[in-house]
């Protein structure tokens, strides 16, 4: 999930993203030229997260500023030009992504659409935004604006803590969990096609429950214990991972809750949730071909199988790769989904 909007603080764009990043409760910082000397003067004192370069030199710190971000992101009208130019190619030298949204080739909502994609595909923690300056293109910081303003907000949007079903409480887990998640994850038959190994330990089932807390305070992926609501008995898990106009879900239950119907309802409550409540056009997860439990479980909560093989290692399974199938509920930009 993006935490840092990273920009030099120039007027233009680069003030126009820590606009926006304000407005949406992102941390905004970046290097600036020493003094904190911007063409309309001192950079205003409410930027207040910034590192001076020890340079006159513009350059230098947009060097920096693209050396300390995970991708940058152009914004101009017409062509890259000075320090835009250079932020792109420093990315480029750097094998950092980036993209340029050229506002004169394409309408602002649709760069703002294109950007959400490309960041729910590449999911940085922080962006570098880069962009002409307000003396070079007066429009530039109302555009660059309202391009993030769209753009950013479907990035941003977090799961809840619980939800219910009328047999399950789901909620994240607990350190308290490590017995009942130990017990199903060293059973081979629960883990036979999914891509991590039997545990061995609890000590792995400890560190599995570290890593659950830690993507799900981050927003890269949202577990969810499956808690029985009649006695309080934890049996699996769901996680969801949310990339803007697209999600994607995986689920593990222990065997001796097979056969009730459980994940379906679990996987149900999570795929209503996403859809009514989120952005995203495209909910997908994929299964080993031969994992037919898992199948009737996609099938049941009206996922769509998509043509072609996709392929997996799943360790547990064999050595070779695998087949999966991929299934999806897809939805237009403003009509009904295809799944109802």
Same mark, same amino acid.
């Given at each position: 999930?993006?935490?840092?909007?990273?920009?030099?603080?120039?007027?233009?764009?680069?003030?126009?993203?820590?606009?926006?990043?304000?407005? *949406?409760?992102?941390a905004?910082?970046?290097?600036?030229?020493?003094?904190? !000397?911007? =063409?309309?003067?001192?950079?205003?004192?409410?930027?207040?997260?910034?590192?001076?370069?020890?340079?006159?030199?513009?350059?230098?710190?947009?060097?920096?500023?693209?050396?300390?971000?995970?991708?940058?992101? &152009?914004?101009?009208?017409?062509?890259?030009?000075?320090?835009?130019? *250079?932020?792109?190619?420093?990315?480029?030298?750097?094998? +950092?992504?980036?993209?340029?949204?050229?506002l004169?080739?394409?309408?602002?909502?649709?760069?703002?659409?294109? #950007?959400?994609?490309?960041?729910?595909?590449?999911?940085?923690?922080?962006?570098?935004?880069?962009?002409?300056?307000?003396? =070079?293109?007066?429009?530039?910081?109302?555009?660059?604006?309202? !391009? #993030?303003?769209?753009? *950013?907000?479907?990035?941003?949007?977090?799961?809840?803590?619980?939800?219910?079903?009328?047999?399950?409480? %789901?909620?994240?887990?607990?350190?308290?969990?490590?017995e009942?998640?130990?017990?199903?994850?060293?059973?081979? =038959? !629960?883990?036979?096609?999914?891509?991590?190994?039997?545990?061995?330990?609890?000590?792995?089932?400890?560190?599995?429950?570290?890593?659950c807390?830690?993507?799900?305070?981050?927003?890269?992926?949202?577990?969810?214990a499956?808690?029985? $609501?009649?006695?309080?008995?934890?049996?699996?898990?769901?996680?969801?991972?949310?990339?803007?106009?697209? &999600?994607?879900?995986g689920?593990? #239950?222990?065997?001796? +809750?097979?056969?009730?119907?459980?994940?379906?309802?679990?996987?149900?409550?999570?795929?209503?949730?996403? #859809?009514?409540?989120?952005?995203v $056009?495209? %909910?997908?997860?994929?299964?080993?071909a031969?994992?037919?439990g898992?199948? $009737?479980?996609?099938?049941?909560?009206?996922?769509?199988?998509?043509?072609?093989?996709?392929?997996?290692?799943?360790?547990?399974?064999?050595?070779?790769?695998? =087949?999966? %199938?991929?299934? &999806?509920?897809?939805?237009?930009?403003?009509?009904?989904?295809?799944?109802?």
């Open positions: 999930m993006i935490t840092r909007i990273v920009s030099g603080g120039q007027t233009g764009a680069d003030r126009a993203a820590w606009d926006a990043a304000g407005e *949406l409760g992102i905004a910082e970046g290097w600036v030229p020493r003094g904190r !000397v911007a =063409e309309d003067g001192l950079i205003p004192a409410a930027y207040g997260d910034l590192r001076e370069t020890g340079s006159d030199d513009p350059a230098s710190r947009t060097r920096l500023n693209v050396r300390d971000s995970d991708v940058v992101v &152009a914004i101009t009208h017409g062509p890259a030009t000075g320090g835009t130019y *250079l932020a792109l190619d420093q990315a480029a030298r750097l094998e +950092h992504p980036s993209v340029h949204l050229d004169d080739a394409e309408a602002e909502s649709a760069a703002a659409e294109r #950007l959400l994609e490309w960041l729910g595909q590449t999911w940085p923690g922080s962006v570098n935004v880069a962009g002409p300056r307000a003396s =070079e293109d007066p429009l530039i910081y109302e555009a660059v604006l309202r !391009v #993030l303003r769209a753009a *950013l907000p479907p990035l941003l949007q977090r799961a809840p803590g619980e939800l219910e079903t009328k047999r399950l409480l %789901l909620r994240p887990p607990l350190p308290a969990d490590l009942p998640v130990f017990a199903y994850a060293r059973d081979s =038959e !629960v883990t036979r096609y999914i891509q991590w190994p039997p545990h061995s330990s609890p000590d792995e089932t400890r560190a599995f429950l570290t890593r807390a830690e993507v799900r305070a981050a927003g890269d992926a949202y577990p969810w499956l808690v029985l $609501r009649d006695g309080g008995t934890m049996i699996g898990m769901v996680e969801l991972r949310l990339r803007g106009r697209t &999600a994607n879900l689920y593990v #239950l222990a065997r001796e +809750h097979w056969g009730r119907s459980l994940a379906p309802e679990a996987v149900a409550r999570v795929r209503d949730w996403v #859809l009514e409540n989120t952005g $056009r495209r %909910l997908w997860a994929i299964c080993d031969e994992n037919h898992s199948v $009737r479980v996609l099938q049941k909560c009206r996922f769509a199988e998509e043509p072609g093989i996709r392929h997996a290692y799943h360790p547990n399974a064999g050595p070779d790769v695998r =087949e999966c %199938l991929s299934f &999806a509920i897809e939805r237009s930009v403003s009509g009904p989904r295809k799944d109802s």
